[in-house]
Nanobody
Framework: VQLQASGGGLVQPGGSLRLSCAAS????????MGWYRQAPGRQRELVAG???????NYADSVKGRFTISRDNAKNAVYLQMNSLTPEDTAVYYC?????????WGQGTLVTVSS
């Protein structure tokens, strides 16, 4: 299983970015996909997750600003990030959980700065 994340970059406060993550190789029909982030000096934390059935959950800090979605036909997950603040600056990782195994993407850097 491989995960390829993309879409990070530099954005001004109040701006938007859309992250994408495509999974390939042995993807099961029932799984969980999520976005995590890790800021310098901090632990990696869950930002948002979505099951193959479409159930979602969000960290309190991003509720109302971020939206996670997925395309099961493409084995892809997306994270639309709006109203970004400097506190959202981090490396964002996508994660796939299926059965008893989990897999990480390579991470994409999001920098929110003026």
């Amino acid at each position: 299983v491989q995960l390829q994340a993309s879409g990070g970059g530099l954005v001004q406060p109040g701006g938007s970015l859309r992250l994408s993550c495509a999974a390939s190789g042995g993807i099961l029909s029932i799984n969980f996909m999520g976005w995590y982030r890790q800021a310098p000096g901090r632990q990696r934390e869950l930002v948002a997750g979505i099951t193959s059935g479409g159930m979602t959950n969000y960290a309190d800090s991003v509720k109302g600003r971020f939206t996670i979605s997925r395309d099961n036909a493409k084995n892809a997950v997306y994270l639309q990030m709006n109203s970004l603040t400097p506190e959202d600056t981090a490396v964002y990782y996508c994660k796939l959980v299926q059965g008893t195994r989990w897999y990480w993407g390579q991470g994409t850097l999001v920098t929110v700065s003026s």
